[in-house]
């Protein structure tokens, strides 16, 4: 049994993630949808607004038949580290046939030029007189790109979406692997845009959830856990800041300092940041340090394939994948008992816990079966 893999935040499921899912079926056929899922923290370095277990039942009753976690240490990572973890899960599975994206030009042979790009030795010689000029990374990036292959092609990594599939598409080429790339066009409002009638963005439907105009079971922000996130962040040495990923060109100095001195957390991102320090970077490396993470120690690859929710058909893909899969397939809780990373996930979500609108207690982790609708 093959099947469609897709990566997502969920952030949460809504109309534009539905619809990806038909148009991809209605493209490729109706085969068992396998998502890999960020957990209860997110890329843009927040929580996610609903926990893990309620996203994954939205997404199940959304049109996919199987999710799987993406662990922490990814899911808060640059996009290039976010994408080369969730393919590997995705290529550890044994099953997926495919990986389908969202993207703002809806050209994949676009796309995968511009990933080719990012792979050269000229693009990479570029990158560095650019960066020498002490302009920002993301700007850099996009100049080299257009020394090479023209203006047309180096705008598609303005859009965050074509982004993120050129991230894939890397990954998948990194992996060797046979999963194709497919993308479906970004319907509806922009990422982090407002309202549509159809097709609103997540941000707008996490400001809706947050302000309590749709309904919510005890959302989630990094705001609500400020104080315990700020005092986490004062009790660090300067060397804990240089221990965090992608820290370098001075960020991990910058970044102690502007907790020594900020009092809220937007005070903090605000005195760290610079023309050089992207926004996002800097709330990763904030929550990083907030949940105890550092970068020595951890696997270079996910160790396992953890088992959010499944629906019938992902039952089934389930039975297929435990002769196919690369990876130990994890589907009861207690099973990832004494696993490092797992144990990791579950100080996690305790930590996430305190970032609800009503705190909830320890042990989540280890008490919330899998979704079986």
């Not at 199940?60 to 973890?85: H, I, K, M, N, Y």
């Not at 074509?162 to 990422?191: C, K, M, Q, W």
């Amino acid at each position: 049994m093959k099947a469609i893999g897709i990566i997502a935040e969920y952030n949460p499921f809504h109309a534009g993630h539905a619809l990806h899912i038909r148009e991809t079926r209605r493209a490729l056929g109706d085969l068992p949808v396998a998502a890999v899922m960020s957990g209860n923290f997110v890329q843009r370095g927040d929580c996610a607004v609903l926990d893990k277990w309620t996203r994954t039942r939205m997404a199940l009753e959304g049109g996919a038949d199987l999710v799987l976690e993406l662990p922490t240490v990814w899911a808060v990572s640059s996009a290039e580290r976010f994408a080369r973890g969730a393919a590997e899960i995705l290529a550890a599975t044994g099953v997926a046939a495919c990986l389908s994206f969202g993207s703002e030009c809806g050209d994949v042979d676009s796309l995968r030029q511009v990933a080719a790009c990012l792979d050269s030795e000229a693009y990479r010689a570029g990158l560095r007189r650019y960066l020498d000029e002490g302009i920002p990374f993301a700007a850099c990036r996009q100049a080299a790109v257009r020394d090479v292959l023209g203006r047309d092609l180096s705008d598609l990594l303005a859009r965050p979406n074509n982004n993120l599939g050129v991230e894939y598409i890397r990954a998948l080429n990194a992996l060797n692997s046979e999963i194709r790339p497919f993308t479906i066009p970004r319907a509806g409002a922009d990422h982090d845009g407002g309202p549509h009638p159809e097709y609103p963005s997540a941000s707008c439907l996490r400001e809706r959830l947050l302000a309590g105009t749709l309904p919510a079971d005890n959302p989630a922000c990094l705001a609500y856990g400020e104080r315990w996130v700020l005092a986490a962040l004062r009790t660090m040495g300067e060397e804990d800041f240089a221990a965090l990923p992608d820290s370098g060109e001075g960020l991990s100095h910058r970044l102690y300092q502007a907790v020594r001195q900020g009092r809220t957390l937007e005070e903090v991102y605000a005195l760290a940041k610079t023309k050089r320090y992207a926004h996002a970077r800097i709330r990763r490396l904030a929550l990083w340090g907030a949940l105890g993470l550092r970068t020595g120690g951890l696997p270079e690859r996910p160790p396992y394939l953890r088992v959010l929710g499944a629906g019938e058909r992902g039952r089934a893909l389930l039975r297929e994948m435990k002769s196919r899969s690369a990876l130990p397939v994890i589907t009861k809780p207690a099973h990832g008992r004494g696993i490092p990373l797992l144990e990791l996930e579950a100080r996690c979500t305790d930590l996430y816990q305190l970032c609800r609108r009503e705190p909830g207690p320890c042990g989540a982790e280890w008490t919330s079966s899998p979704v079986m609708p």
